[in-house]
């Protein structure tokens, strides 16, 4: 049996996907769950660019180094290629949900849906804020990645 994949799903791929690929990632290696993580944006104007600074200091301080990641924009292949594509907000969703193609295998949904208490809430988006709205953005992100593992462990 395969790992399970998850692609996570911010705007530009920059900010917030990022560090929930990053926080997965290491609460499934502290869970001991094997199980494929990536990260992409619903746009492309950053792609091939590495994440915002602030996400990298953040992830820096949780002793996380994300800085040979390079943005990309989702591909037609991920609704195949992953068994689970996690938006980090309602308007990324529907984006994602409209250019999913006929073939998809993938399921779509909201990432903040997979921990109690928080169905349907956004990551909000960093961008124009300060390194407390980036700190802000990990622990959701880690709060989501936690109980991912927890539910993918059964």
Not at 16 to 22: F, G, K, V, Y
Not at 75 to 84: E, P, S, V, Y
Not at 113 to 126: E, F, I, K, M, Y
Request: some cysteine; aromatic content about 6%; hydrophobic content about 45%.
């Amino acid at each position: 049996m395969r790992p399970p994949s998850l692609l996570f799903v911010c705007l530009g791929n920059i900010c917030r996907s990022p560090l929930a690929e990053a926080a997965f990632r290491d609460a499934a290696m502290r869970g001991g769950l094997d199980a494929v993580a990536e990260s992409a944006g619903t746009g492309d104007w950053h792609a091939g660019n590495p994440p915002d600074p602030r996400s990298q200091a953040v992830a820096l301080r949780h002793g996380i180094d994300i800085s040979g990641k390079r943005a990309r924009a989702v591909r037609g292949a991920d609704f195949t290629g992953f068994d689970l594509i996690l938006a980090l907000d309602p308007r990324n969703l529907r984006d994602l949900l409209a250019m999913a193609p006929a073939r998809s295998t993938a399921r779509v949904g909201l990432l903040m849906d997979h921990v109690p208490g928080c169905a349907g809430q956004s990551v909000p988006d960093p961008y124009y804020g300060s390194a407390t709205d980036f700190d802000a953005v990990w622990e959701q992100v880690r709060r989501a990645a936690d109980a991912l593992v927890a539910t993918l462990k059964g």
